[in-house]
Nanobody
């Protein structure tokens, strides 16, 4: 059974930084693309970033390009999201997600990522 556990959320002032982590278990972490999604109050869950199984390829939502960096440490079964220059509009619950199929790059939607963590709250004050 795939389990994903996020950590690292919190309250930060605008312009600040946070680093989210997600520890995965239940299958071979290095075989699967991983992603970060977020959901603000009253909004749909939206794609933030994803990374290929090896870590060599990454994709980002336009809203976070140049500010957020996704990375992974396969030896530690851990996914990261470094968030810099945070803005109030980044306030959301952030979710770690794991792809359905090994060695594939899903589309940038939740459809290709059926496994989710419980989420971690990120709040950015102005």
């Amino acid at each position: 059974q795939v389990q994903l556990v996020e950590s690292g959320g919190g309250l930060v002032q605008a312009g600040g930084s946070l680093r989210l982590s997600c520890v995965a278990s239940g299958r071979t972490f290095s075989n699967y693309a991983m992603g970060w999604f977020r959901q603000a109050p009253g909004a749909e869950r939206e794609f933030v970033a994803q990374i290929s199984p090896s870590g060599s390829n990454t994709r980002y939502a336009d809203s976070v390009k140049g500010r957020f960096t996704i990375s992974r440490a396969n030896a530690k079964n851990t996914l990261y999201l470094q968030m810099n220059s945070l803005q109030p509009e980044d306030t959301a619950v952030f979710y770690c997600a794991s792809a359905k199929y090994a060695f594939t790059i899903p589309a940038d939607t939740a459809v290709g990522f059926p496994y989710w963590g419980q989420g971690t709250q990120v709040t950015v004050s102005s």
